[in-house]
């Protein structure tokens, strides 16, 4: 179906955007990927209030799918959607959908906030408006950029794409933080904080951003959506199951239904990719990887999206699970503690993300953006080489200086991208950028967790199995608990349970033990020094393949190209040439 759309005219048909109308933009998207991205995250801390809230036993195998597409749901939807939502702002205007984003966001986190379910109902209430918030949360992310790069010149752009940037990932680890906070005072306060400040910016957008490039008339290129949205949609959710045990195995990457998901949403991927070369108005423009300088940054972002996505979900498990009761702090209380004591990586984000910003626009976005994925890979390392009972200074330390890095990488990175491609491209460059960022914050958590979990699968059976025996627990109960899946002793820890308690009281184990083995048993140092030697293990292999990555993006990076200080790129790295009617984005049009 051809939709034949008029030239889209500003909301204001006045005179043109004063020179305050910038610092209005970037007030206001900073604000839409701010709490967008709190809500990413907001949920993974606040997860043992919302499941105690409802009245789900987190350690039960068959409430491990609602966990997981309570956290993935939300990702999931803002990977497949922002190219789709990016294109859309190209051709219906990008104010337009970016102000309708924030409305489907405030309406989606006062349902949230009203689940009227328990149990399986309610956890599947939260999952679906949570996958409606993550729509709107898609509009926003999709187009913030492409709406900042319009409005400030070439000289200011990586200022302000800096400070849009590290706003958005500084907001996944406050959500850590905001989320521990308000979990205590009430779950649904978890949800009651985003209405406010989605109806705020809601009436603000929609009273104050303006289109400052007109729209182009097209059409919907429906099949390259639905094989795209549908392909990645079940290659997620097959990595999504794949973390989950299967039959006797730690994990489900042999379940038939995982490797149909992963097959079939490659092979939708590549049919994707086919269309797209055939259709005349495509929505993922694949000629804009022949930009050097778009194709490098986006794979580094990926990489660098996957690396720190794993990174903060398995110091999560680290503080929760291990050190922080090893310093006597109760599991109910460690979610909060572990997102203050990740703190200084956002201090780091703060303080590099718009200083880099800022110099990039007068040096150019390779130096910095590839310096700082060296700094994160050392950052890793360092990580490795601590012990799992550590001394905090030195891990703020490295928190601090991986915080550093990223920022260091980000905002250049997102402004060499956004840069290196022409304006009427720059509303899906912004989706594809988005995608690929949300998408490595999805497969992180299959990657990591699958990793951490073989690592797990191989020695933590027998050393739990000998720990209980020794103090005094039935043979039989302690083969039962010993059989848990890693998965699950994992999530417990995550959700701020203690797994040994927990398992104990559900065998009625406690009741046959003294009251110096049960204070053993149950305190808080057993299960922390008990696992404290497959879990480090686990984290060798993490860490390991994070500081890897860490490292290929930089070298992604540094082939880049050089980007000149005014934000045109070189001659050999240009973007396509402008589209005209019957030609393919990167070709240029027959001279007459």
């Known amino acids: 179906?051809?939709?034949?759309?008029?030239?889209?005219?500003?909301?204001?048909?006045?005179?043109p955007p004063g020179?305050?109308?910038?610092?209005?933009?970037?007030?206001?998207?900073?604000?839409?990927?701010?709490?967008?991205?709190?809500?990413?995250?907001?949920?993974?801390?606040?997860?043992?209030?919302?499941?105690?809230?409802?009245?789900?036993?987190?350690?039960?195998?068959?409430?491990?799918?609602?966990?997981?597409?309570?956290?993935?749901?939300?990702?999931?939807?803002?990977a497949v959607l922002v190219v789709v939502l990016g294109r859309l702002g190209d051709m219906f205007g990008r104010v337009r959908i970016y102000n309708l984003g924030f409305l489907v966001f405030a309406c989606a986190s006062v349902a949230l906030s009203l689940d009227p379910f328990r149990a399986g109902a309610g956890a599947l209430w939260l999952i679906l408006w949570r996958i409606v918030q993550a729509v709107g949360g898609a509009m926003l992310t999709a187009n913030s950029a492409a709406i900042l790069?319009?409005?400030?010149?070439?000289?200011?752009?990586?200022?302000?794409?800096?400070?849009?940037?590290?706003?958005?990932?500084?907001?996944?680890?406050?959500?850590?933080?905001?989320?521990?906070?308000?979990?205590?005072v009430d779950w649904r306060a978890v949800f009651w904080v985003s209405v406010p400040v989605s109806v705020t910016g809601t009436v603000w957008s929609y009273l104050s951003l303006r289109e400052t490039s007109a729209g182009r008339p097209g059409r919907v290129d429906w099949f390259g959506n639905i094989t795209f949205a549908t392909g990645a949609g079940i290659l997620l959710a097959g990595i999504t199951y794949g973390i989950q045990p299967y039959g006797t195995s730690a994990t489900g990457w042999g379940n038939p239904w995982v490797l149909a998901g992963?097959?079939?949403?490659?092979?939708?991927?590549?049919?994707?990719?086919?269309?797209?070369?055939?259709?005349?108005?495509?929505?993922?423009?694949?000629?804009?990887?022949?930009?050097?300088?778009?194709?490098?940054?986006?794979?580094?972002?990926?990489?660098t999206s996957i690396a720190r996505g794993g990174m903060q979900f398995m110091l999560i498990i680290w503080l929760q699970g291990i050190w922080l009761p090893l310093h006597g702090y109760a599991y109910e209380d460690t979610p909060l503690w572990a997102g203050m004591f990740m703190l200084p990586l956002t201090f780091g984000f703060l303080?590099?993300?718009?200083?880099?910003?800022?110099?990039?626009?007068?040096?150019?976005?390779?130096?910095?953006?590839?310096?700082?994925?060296?700094?994160?890979?050392?950052?890793?390392?360092?990580?490795?080489?601590?012990?799992?009972?550590?001394?905090?200074?030195?891990?703020?330390?490295?928190?601090?200086?991986?915080?550093?890095?990223?920022?260091?990488?980000?905002?250049?990175?997102?402004?060499?991208?956004?840069?290196?491609?022409?304006?009427?491209?720059?509303?899906?460059?912004?989706?594809?950028?988005?995608?690929?960022?949300?998408?490595?914050?999805?497969?992180?958590?299959?990657?990591?967790?699958?990793?951490?979990?073989?690592?797990?699968?191989?020695?933590?059976?027998?050393?739990?199995?000998?720990?209980?025996?020794?103090?005094?627990v039935p043979a039989a109960t302690a083969h039962q608990a010993a059989a848990l899946p890693p998965v699950s002793t994992l999530f417990a820890t995550f959700l701020g349970e203690n797994p040994v308690r927990h398992l104990l009281e559900s065998g009625g184990a406690l009741g046959h033990l003294t009251a110096a083995q049960r204070a053993a048993l149950t305190g808080h140092t057993f299960f922390p020094r008990l696992v404290s030697g497959p879990f480090h293990h686990g984290l060798t292999i993490v860490f390991s393949v994070a500081a890897g990555m860490a490292l290929v993006a930089a070298l992604a990076s540094a082939l880049r190209g050089r980007h000149r200080a005014d934000?045109?790129?070189?001659?050999?790295?240009?973007?396509?040439?402008?589209?005209?009617?019957?030609?393919?984005?990167?070709r240029k049009a027959p001279s007459s």
């Open 1 to 15: 179906m051809k939709w034949t759309l008029p030239r889209l005219q500003p909301q204001r048909k006045d005179a």
């Open 19 to 78: 020179p305050g109308y910038k610092w209005i933009a970037l007030s206001n998207t900073t604000l839409g990927v701010l709490i967008a991205t709190i809500d990413s995250s907001i949920v993974i801390i606040s997860l043992p209030a919302i499941f105690r809230g409802i009245g789900l036993d987190p350690l039960q195998p068959g409430n491990i799918g609602y966990l997981l597409w309570m956290i993935l749901g939300y990702l999931l939807v803002s």
């Open 149 to 184: 790069t319009d409005a400030f010149p070439a000289r200011q752009r990586g200022m302000a794409l800096g400070i849009n940037q590290i706003t958005a990932l500084a907001g996944q680890f406050l959500g850590l933080l905001v989320g521990g906070v308000l979990a205590a």
């Open 262 to 303: 992963l097959f079939g949403g490659g092979f939708l991927l590549l049919l994707f990719c086919f269309v797209e070369t055939r259709v005349a108005e495509p929505m993922f423009h694949l000629a804009l990887f022949k930009v050097r300088a778009f194709t490098a940054g986006n794979l580094a972002a990926l990489l």
């Open 351 to 472: 303080i590099a993300g718009p200083a880099s910003g800022y110099l990039s626009d007068r040096f150019g976005a390779r130096f910095f953006s590839t310096t700082g994925l060296v700094i994160t890979a050392g950052a890793f390392l360092g990580l490795l080489a601590l012990p799992v009972d550590f001394y905090y200074p030195a891990f703020a330390a490295l928190l601090l200086l991986s915080g550093l890095g990223q920022g260091m990488f980000s905002a250049p990175n997102t402004s060499s991208v956004m840069g290196s491609v022409p304006p009427e491209y720059r509303g899906v460059a912004s989706g594809m950028r988005a995608t690929f960022q949300n998408s490595g914050n999805a497969l992180s958590i299959g990657v990591f967790f699958s990793l951490m979990i073989s690592g797990l699968a191989s020695s933590m059976p027998s050393t739990l199995y000998s720990g209980l025996t020794a103090h005094g």
């Open 567 to 586: 934000g045109t790129p070189p001659p050999h790295g240009g973007p396509p040439a402008p589209r005209t009617k019957g030609t393919a984005p990167w």
